[in-house]
């Protein structure tokens, strides 16, 4: 029982300080009407600001994570990122120029970068291995909780009643908080232990089990879950920041719905997402990795098609679904199927990695060539590309290997060669 008290504690406090994360990254873009009269911004300016973001997340991931990996440990690297994660947003508050403001948003995004990676590799060691894609959806609840239905609302209602300031600072002191209260509850897993969570000393080194090398680094491509579920997860980003970059836009301009209306669709959006983050664990569990990894982008797939071909209450009810699918798949490719086919010495580098290929693919790469081709095209040609890409990802999920098996039996699966 105390070893399932354990897990389950780790289990809800890195899903709580994952949606406290996201919170801080995102609180930024719901304040840009404000910032953009207070520092007289422009959109290019705005953008500016979460492309550095970004650039930060994705260095942190390639280069903080494996350097956690090369230690063996990973309690004091993920405590401090998360509470510096905290701290760098909240720096945002006392920012008195853009080009300050765009050095907190860098070190934001740069804390945040190895976070996840961190969170996820801890729960594949000291978590409950048939309880895994469980833990992945709790994090998702957390983030459709928290990041995207209680984080616009309540930045907002702060800098309205206070000042935009006080709202960097009150949302993101929750994280520095959780960041500490981890630090008392976490076990350190030295290398080659079995894990504290499995009730032996974490001191324990046992004979055989190396941390990674960098060598290792390069290797993990040849694992073919890893290369296959790092295109597959690019080619459902596509879609995913094409939804959320112009689902608004299309929607209000093409889609014949008013601004309002849209704003309903969204948060109806949100939460069916809570509801996917509590259904797609169970399916993943009950039919497998390999088996849901078809079935979602399949699904995916269709949505966004139907979106293509349909303005009326079809391409609504697809548009509500499809959000919370496409970030728990990504997931489900870049967290579960690759911690999974690893040694757990490389398991948040791999993770970290895909990350990284999401992130610069998704959030730089996708939108500008998505616009451009619905400025040409029309906006709903987005979803046409979004439903070829993810139909690509559907076939490259044909060829992973399936990564769920009985705890008794090996932990990763070798990649065929």
């Given at each position: 029982?105390?070893?399932?008290t354990?897990?389950?504690?780790?289990?809800v406090?890195?899903?709580?300080?994952?949606?406290?994360?996201?919170?801080?990254r995102?609180?930024?873009?719901?304040?840009?009407p404000?910032?953009m009269?207070?520092?007289n911004?422009?959109?290019?300016?705005?953008?500016?600001?979460v492309?550095?973001?970004?650039f930060g997340?994705?260095?942190?991931?390639?280069?903080?994570?494996?350097?956690a990996?090369?230690?063996?440990?990973k309690k004091?690297?993920?405590v401090?990122?998360?509470?510096?994660?905290?701290?760098?947003?909240g720096?945002?508050?006392?920012?008195?120029?853009?080009?300050a403001m765009l050095?907190v948003?860098?070190?934001?995004?740069f804390?945040?970068?190895?976070?996840?990676?961190?969170m996820?590799?801890?729960?594949?060691?000291?978590?409950?291995?048939?309880r895994?894609?469980?833990?992945i959806?709790l994090?998702?609840?957390?983030?459709?909780?928290?990041?995207?239905?209680?984080?616009?609302?309540?930045?907002?209602?702060l800098?309205l009643?206070?000042?935009?300031?006080y709202?960097?600072?009150?949302?993101?002191?929750?994280?520095?908080?959780?960041?500490?209260?981890?630090w008392?509850?976490?076990k350190?897993?030295?290398?080659?232990?079995?894990?504290?969570?499995?009730g032996l000393?974490?001191?324990?080194?046992?004979?055989g089990?190396?941390?990674m090398?960098?060598?290792?680094?390069?290797r993990?491509?040849?694992?073919?879950n890893?290369?296959?579920?790092?295109?597959a997860?690019?080619?459902?980003?596509?879609?995913?920041?094409?939804?959320?970059?112009?689902g608004?836009?299309?929607w209000?301009t093409?889609g014949?719905?008013?601004?309002?209306?849209?704003?309903?669709?969204s948060s109806?959006?949100?939460v069916?997402?809570?509801?996917?983050a509590?259904?797609?664990?169970i399916?993943?569990d009950?039919?497998?990795?390999?088996p849901s990894?078809i079935?979602?982008?399949?699904?995916i797939?269709?949505?966004?098609?139907?979106?293509?071909?349909?303005?009326g209450?079809?391409?609504?009810?697809?548009?509500?679904?499809?959000?919370?699918?496409?970030?728990?798949?990504?997931?489900?490719?870049v967290?579960?199927?690759?911690q999974e086919?690893?040694?757990?010495?490389?398991?948040?580098?791999?993770?970290?990695?895909?990350m990284?290929?999401?992130?610069?693919f998704?959030?730089?790469i996708?939108?500008?060539?998505l616009?451009?081709?619905?400025?040409?095209?029309?906006l709903?040609?987005i979803f046409?590309?979004?439903?070829?890409?993810?139909?690509?990802a559907?076939?490259?999920?044909?060829?992973?290997?399936?990564?769920?098996?009985?705890?008794?039996k090996?932990?990763?699966?070798?990649a065929?060669?």
């Amino acid at each position: 029982m105390k070893t399932k008290t354990y897990q389950n504690s780790i289990a809800v406090l890195f899903a709580l300080a994952w949606g406290l994360v996201l919170l801080d990254r995102n609180a930024i873009s719901f304040l840009f009407p404000i910032l953009m009269k207070e520092f007289n911004l422009n959109n290019a300016q705005t953008g500016q600001l979460v492309m550095v973001t970004g650039f930060g997340f994705v260095i942190a991931s390639l280069f903080i994570t494996p350097l956690a990996d090369k230690t063996g440990l990973k309690k004091i690297w993920l405590v401090p990122v998360i509470i510096l994660s905290g701290v760098f947003s909240g720096s945002t508050a006392v920012a008195n120029s853009l080009a300050a403001m765009l050095l907190v948003r860098f070190l934001t995004g740069f804390a945040d970068g190895p976070i996840y990676p961190l969170m996820t590799s801890v729960l594949k060691v000291q978590g409950d291995p048939k309880r895994f894609a469980s833990y992945i959806g709790l994090s998702q609840f957390s983030i459709g909780l928290i990041a995207m239905i209680l984080g616009p609302t309540l930045t907002i209602q702060l800098a309205l009643h206070l000042n935009w300031r006080y709202a960097f600072l009150f949302t993101s002191l929750p994280a520095v908080i959780v960041g500490i209260i981890i630090w008392f509850v976490m076990k350190e897993v030295r290398p080659g232990s079995r894990g504290a969570a499995d009730g032996l000393d974490s001191e324990t080194q046992s004979q055989g089990e190396e941390t990674m090398k960098w060598r290792d680094v390069p290797r993990i491509f040849a694992y073919r879950n890893c290369t296959l579920s790092y295109i597959a997860n690019v080619l459902v980003m596509v879609g995913f920041w094409g939804v959320v970059s112009f689902g608004t836009t299309y929607w209000a301009t093409e889609g014949g719905l008013t601004l309002a209306q849209t704003g309903y669709l969204s948060s109806i959006s949100g939460v069916v997402g809570l509801g996917w983050a509590i259904v797609i664990p169970i399916i993943v569990d009950r039919l497998g990795r390999k088996p849901s990894s078809i079935l979602f982008t399949l699904f995916i797939a269709l949505s966004m098609l139907i979106l293509y071909l349909n303005q009326g209450l079809p391409a609504q009810i697809s548009y509500v679904m499809v959000l919370g699918c496409c970030g728990f798949t990504s997931v489900l490719f870049v967290a579960i199927i690759c911690q999974e086919s690893v040694p757990p010495a490389i398991g948040a580098t791999t993770t970290a990695i895909g990350m990284a290929i999401g992130e610069f693919f998704g959030t730089a790469i996708a939108p500008r060539v998505l616009g451009s081709l619905g400025d040409m095209y029309g906006l709903r040609t987005i979803f046409l590309v979004a439903a070829i890409s993810t139909a690509l990802a559907f076939f490259i999920s044909l060829g992973l290997i399936e990564t769920r098996k009985p705890a008794h039996k090996q932990d990763t699966v070798e990649a065929a060669q």
